[in-house]
């Protein structure tokens, strides 16, 4: 698959068979996420596979709520990944300081792309979380204070039928020199939305 197909593959999946994905396979995923570029090449991140069924649910758990219908289908996906940020090296610390920026959370997104983009690959889906409880799951998997938990990955074998969601005309993402006014007038991603991102 080249990688222009990855890129047009990939698609946020919350509906997945229960079939057990090997932990072997996860090394896979979070191998080419530390392949992903750094600020300073600090790497700051560190990956935890819930192979541990109920310690999987606690973690589900945490990354659901009560009050408001999200993230509902995390308990059937039968594999969670949690990204951790670490701390960085000093001169990647200095740099977000003086720029006002939090270069940890970018690195992790850009490893969590290559991640996602590796279980495409190998015919796995994704769900990259941001909605969670952040204390509870550090408690649970004794993640020290210093760190924080940047994402949750869910991962499984996708049902059929999952279809991609539709995307911004590319004018409104792109111009050349200058900002395009069509792009601030544009709606917002909402009104696009499908069954997944």
Known sequence: ?????????????????PDPVPEDLVRKLV????????????????FIA?????????VAAA????LIPINKFVPTAP?????????????SMLGGLVKNKRFVSLDNGIAA????????????????????????I???????ATCRVELVHAVGWPVEGIRKAR???????????RFNQEAAEAPQCETLRGDSE
């Open 1 to 17: 698959m080249t990688f222009s197909e990855l890129t047009r593959e990939r698609r946020s999946v919350r509906r997945f068979r």
């Open 138 to 144: 550090k408690k649970l998997l004794q993640i020290p």
């Open 31 to 46: 191998e080419a996420a530390a392949e992903a570029p750094s600020a300073c090449n600090s790497q700051p991140w560190h």
């Open 63 to 66: 990354c659901t709520s009560a």
């Open 113 to 136: 792309a290559h991640f996602c983009l590796a279980a495409t690959e190998l015919g796995l889906g994704t769900c990259i979380l941001g909605w969670f409880d952040e204390r509870k």
């Open 167 to 177: 995307r911004k005309p590319f004018s409104q993402i792109y111009s050349v020199d």
């Open 50 to 58: 819930l192979t541990d069924a109920t310690l999987r649910a606690r």
């Open 79 to 91: 594999m969670l990944v949690v990204q951790v940020g670490t701390i960085p090296n000093p001169a």
